[in-house]
């Protein structure tokens, strides 16, 4: 399954509620403010989490979101729309958060 964050890490649990719900297959999408979980380093709670779907070429990160906001990503797959797009056609509806 696809799941999709799109809320700051800093002002809601959603990002952590989605990586307890994850299974090994499934894949996690960045963007709107979400994007911010992908542009910070540090001890945060989810930056592990997150760099193992990076590693394992699972973690997505919305670019026009991280341009609109003029941050820049750390971790994740950068993709466009148009990959969005691809996603959901190849995973289906996806488990927005």
Request: proline share 5%.
């Amino acid at each position: 399954m696809l799941h999709t964050i799109k809320y700051s890490p800093f002002s809601h649990q959603t990002l952590n509620l989605a990586l307890s719900q994850l299974q090994p297959e499934d894949s996690l999408l960045l963007w709107q403010d979400g994007v911010i979980a992908a542009s910070v380093t540090g001890a945060l709670p989810w930056q592990a989490p997150l760099q193992a779907l990076a590693s394992q070429g699972r973690l997505y990160v919305m670019q026009e979101d991280l341009a609109a906001r003029g941050l820049s990503h750390k971790l994740g797959e950068l993709i466009s729309m148009a990959d969005w797009v691809t996603l959901v056609a190849e995973w289906g509806s996806p488990q927005a958060w």
